[in-house]
Structure formats: structure tokens, C-alpha cells
């Protein structure tokens, strides 16, 4: 599903952000990103969405080498590997429900789809009766599970979870985790940047590590390392 | 194709109502800058049309010997009406000259105590007097007379004429010159506000955007509705332009019809025979001023 071939990311002034990383995770998926602030993990989930390129190296996403990827071909990869911040990038003066057609509207989806579809994965996300509150009346974890929501809308392959627990607490980061769970039950590969250990520990599923741009271990059941 | 372009249209009007105050100030430039541009041109017009008045009061005299015979005269005026620069050539007789003469200076006392003391004896010669084809041609002219000799020829007041030609070909390059580096200077300041305008638009937006690029829009889509925006404003600044400046000539006309007494210039009439060239070039090239700004203005602060 996603493949990373010798991958570095070399940014300007010479700063090494990925040094020969390689990786495969399969179709299904959950995997966990870890690593220190710094150690490559953003600029990572940055080269599977298209905004940055690799400096060497090849990414390929199915058979997509995205490496390669045109100026007019990143929205569509955008679709197909959805991506939910720590910050959740939620606009304040829509609705919860408005920031999920939201995501609809500006990919020319009609409005009576948008209308069927937003509020069912509203209710996926356990947000139907709220769901017509403004991000700033509701939750952290309310406001992440709309980020998630409205990454759920294209019923993406992939869903990059960049430090989606970063701003919540204990009770709320498990809901969002739980929630993600369910997400690669239904067969959309996750990929969870983090570096909560906490939760690592508790998911027991396969780990990445990075340290200082480089790969350092791999395990297939693996718990947080660094 | 259909719903994402009713989308732009839609997300560009909510953002022209949204930040109305922006909207506003961005057309009151727009209309402020092309009024000064547009005020540039009715200046040059003006100043045009009153070299051209001046120019066709000047003509020239060849003044003949008072008793040169007819046919030698008539044989000049021939030979001088064959200059290609000529476009007229009259023949003004002692008498006519003097019949003049006292007509311009009848409120003269001196001139006409001057007269009566000659005691009826006319002291003015017989002239040929030349009028240009082209006012343009006005030096080319009188290289041509000086080098007309003729024995019946007694003197010519080209030189003078000369110098005033000159002086007011001078003027008018000057005027046009200034004209020239003021457009090119508003032009600049016109570039700038319609960018930093654009820039202001794009950075209050610059949460929408990131949100519009995390989501999947195109990068039409999210570029879509800042140009179509920037289309607007020129719309709206070119009918408030045409409007308020259609108010302007009214008011000024009837001063220049009190200048321009004898001469049947309308400065309204020169706008409205040019009306498609000058408004049509203006909003062609202010919208593209506009779209590129914006264009750039998103390219760079978006990074699609």
C-alpha cells in the first residue's frame, strides 16, 4: 500500500530531515510513527500528502509513484490519503456539520450527495447531536473526531493521523484512538504519528521508530521505544 | 464543472460581502487610480486641441515690394502654393493690409494719430500670406519659404514664427513627457495596492485556504474565487469609473466651450467617439493587473 524505497528529505540549509528511510505497510493496516520532536515523523506524513518532495528516494502509494506527483494531481492524492492534525483545522465560523460538507462542496461533490453523506459520518464519529454546534462550543476530542469526520468523507485508503492526541486528555486521546480503530476495522490503512507512549504501549500493533531522520526499528508488535 | 464553477461564483460573492470594508477600499483605488489616468488623458486632449488653435492663428507673411506687377505675383503665389507643406496661399493687397491695420488698431490713439499724420500715404507693403497644410509641418514650412527667392520679395517674418512653433512644440513634448512618466508612475502605484490588496484578501484567508488544500480542492477551485473576485472589483470600478468621470466632463465643458470660444471642441464627445478604446483598454489592462495579482498573491502564500 505505501512504500518507501531509500527515502531522504533534504531541506534548505543543508537540514537532513530523512536519511535512507525504507518501509512497507500493507493494505489494512494500523501503524504506529514514533520518535522525538525533530525526528522526521511531520516531514514524513508531509511527503505521503504531496506537500513536500523527496530529496531521493521513491514513494509509491498502490502504484502511484507520488514522487513524481504534478501540481494538479495532489488534490486527488489529498482524496485518497486524508490527513487530521493536533490543531484539527476546523474553520470557527462553520459548523461542525458545515466543516464536514465543507470538504465536499470544495471537491465539487453536488449538494444533495453532501447532504446524504456528511451527516452519516457525523454519526460514524459519534457527533450527530452536535453536530450543529461551532468547534469553539464543543470538546477537544469533539473537535478532532469532526477533523476525522471530514477526512472520512472521501472514504479515503489511507488516514494520516498527525499527533491527533496531542491537545486532549487521557479520556478524550482513547476515545480518538478508538475511534481510528474502528476506521482500520472498516479497511482504511492508518498511520498514527505520535509520540504518546502510553498509547503505543496499549495498542500493541506495529511500530516504526524514527530517530534523527533515520529508521531505527521496526516491529511488527512493538512498543515505544525511545 | 457546472456545480464547481456556480461554487466559485458562490464563494466569491460571500467573500466580496464578507469583507465588505476590503472590497470597498479595493474598488475607491481602483476608481481613484484610472479617474487620475482618465483626467491624464482629457489633460492631454485639451492641451492638444489649444496647440492646434494657437498653431492655425499662426500664419505666415511674405512681404512683396510695393510695386512688384501682378503677373510676377500671381507666378509666386503659384510657385509657393506648389510646396507640399503649403495649404494655403493668399494674396493680401497694400489696401487690404492697411484696411486691416486700422480695423486691429482703431482703439489705438497712438497708432491712429500715426496714420493721420501720414496724410492718407499707405505705408504697408502687398504680402502673400501662407497657412500650413499640417500643422505639423510648420518648421518644414519655412525651411521651404526661406529658400524661395524672388526678386519681388521684400522681406518674410518666419523666424519669429519659428521661435514661437518651437517653443510651443517644446511645451507640449514636456506636458507629454510628464504625461508619460505620471501614467508610468500610476501604473506602478496601481500594481502595488491591487497586489498588497490581494495579499491582505489571501492572508485573512489563509486558514480557508490551508483547510480548502487539506480536503482535496483543485487548485482551480481554491485559485477560482480570488480571480473571479478580482473580476468583480474591476467591473464594479469600471461603471463607477465611467460614471463619476461622465460627471466630471459635464461639469468641465462649459468652461472649455468659454476657452475654446471659436473652436467646436467637446471634450464629452471625444470621450464618447473613444469611448470603447480608452474605458475598454482601461478595464482590459486593470483586470489583468488584477488577475495576475491575485494569481500570484495566492500562488505564493498558498504554495499551490
Not at chain 2, 489649444?50 to 511674405?62: N, Y
Not at chain 2, 510646396?83 to 486700422?102: D, M, Q, W
Not at chain 2, 473576485?229 to 464594479?236: A, D, E, F, K, N
Request: proline share 3%.
Amino acid at each position: 500500500m505505501i512504500k518507501f524505497i531509500h527515502v531522504s528529505k533534504i531541506y534548505p540549509a543543508n537540514v537532513q530531515a530523512l536519511d535512507d528511510v525504507s518501509f512497507f505497510i500493507k493494505a489494512g493496516e494500523f501503524v504506529s510513527l514514533v520518535g522525538q520532536s525533530g525526528s522526521g515523523k511531520t516531514t514524513l506524513v508531509k511527503l505521503l500528502i504531496g506537500e513536500e518532495r523527496a530529496t531521493k528516494g521513491q514513494i509509491m502509494i498502490g502504484d502511484w509513484d507520488i514522487t513524481k506527483l504534478s501540481q494538479s494531481q495532489a488534490p486527488y492524492l489529498r482524496r485518497q490519503a486524508a490527513v487530521i492534525f493536533q490543531d484539527y483545522k476546523l474553520l470557527t465560523k462553520k459548523t461542525l456539520l458545515e466543516n464536514v460538507e465543507f470538504a465536499l462542496q470544495v471537491c465539487g461533490q453536488p449538494m444533495k450527495k453532501i447532504k446524504s453523506i456528511a451527516p452519516q459520518v457525523m454519526k460514524i464519529v459519534g457527533l450527530e447531536a452536535k453536530m450543529h454546534r461551532y468547534p469553539s462550543e464543543v470538546s477537544g476530542g469533539e473537535k478532532q473526531r469532526t477533523a476525522i469526520a471530514r477526512a472520512l468523507v472521501y472514504q479515503p485508503k489511507i488516514l494520516l493521523a498527525d499527533e491527533p492526541t496531542g491537545n486532549l486528555d487521557s479520556i478524550n486521546a482513547k476515545e480518538i484512538i478508538d475511534l481510528l480503530l474502528k476506521i482500520n476495522s472498516f479497511g482504511t490503512t492508518v498511520l498514527l504519528v505520535t509520540h504518546n507512549r502510553e498509547i503505543v504501549n496499549q495498542l500493541k500493533r506495529r511500530v516504526i521508530t524514527l530517530h534523527d531522520g533515520r529508521l531505527v526499528s521496526d516491529q511488527a508488535v512493538g512498543k515505544y521505544m525511545i | 464543472m457546472f456545480i464547481s464553477l456556480a461554487r466559485i461564483i458562490k464563494f466569491s460573492l460571500q467573500d466580496i460581502g464578507r469583507n465588505i470594508w476590503l472590497s470597498l477600499v479595493t474598488i475607491v483605488i481602483l476608481v481613484l487610480t484610472l479617474f487620475s489616468v482618465n483626467m491624464l488623458l482629457a489633460v492631454r486632449a485639451i492641451s492638444s486641441t489649444a496647440v492646434s488653435t494657437i498653431k492655425q492663428k499662426i500664419d505666415m507673411s511674405i512681404y512683396l515690394k510695393p510695386d512688384a506687377p501682378a503677373e510676377r505675383i500671381s507666378f509666386l503665389q503659384a510657385k509657393i502654393a506648389e510646396i507640399p507643406y503649403v495649404g494655403e496661399v493668399r494674396f493680401v493687397s497694400k489696401e487690404e493690409a492697411l484696411a486691416n491695420f486700422t480695423k486691429n488698431y482703431q482703439r489705438d490713439a497712438k497708432i491712429s494719430e500715426a496714420l493721420r499724420e501720414l496724410g492718407g500715404v499707405n505705408p504697408l507693403s502687398p504680402s502673400l500670406v501662407v497657412k500650413p497644410k499640417n500643422l505639423n509641418d510648420f518648421n518644414a514650412l519655412i525651411q521651404s519659404l526661406q529658400q524661395t527667392k524672388d526678386p519681388i520679395i521684400e522681406a518674410g517674418d518666419f523666424d519669429n514664427h519659428k521661435e514661437i512653433i518651437d517653443k510651443i512644440d517644446a511645451i507640449t513634448k514636456k506636458v507629454s513627457d510628464a504625461g508619460l512618466i505620471v501614467s508610468l508612475l500610476f501604473v506602478v502605484v496601481t500594481l502595488l495596492v491591487i497586489y498588497n490588496t490581494a495579499r491582505v484578501a489571501i492572508y485573512t484567508h489563509r486558514n480557508e485556504i490551508a483547510i480548502m488544500r487539506l480536503v482535496g480542492a483543485s487548485n482551480w477551485f481554491i485559485r477560482g474565487p480570488f480571480l473571479l473576485s478580482s473580476l468583480i472589483y474591476t467591473l464594479i470600478g469600471m461603471v463607477l469609473l465611467v460614471s463619476i468621470f461622465y460627471v466630471f466632463l459635464n461639469l468641465l465643458q462649459p468652461y472649455l466651450e468659454t476657452f475654446f470660444a471659436s473652436y467646436n471642441f467637446n471634450i464629452i464627445n471625444y470621450f464618447s467617439s473613444n469611448f470603447v478604446l480608452i474605458f475598454g483598454a482601461e478595464f482590459v489592462v486593470a483586470a489583468l493587473v488584477n488577475l495576475l495579482a491575485a494569481w500570484w498573491a495566492v500562488g505564493r502564500y498558498t504554495k499551490v
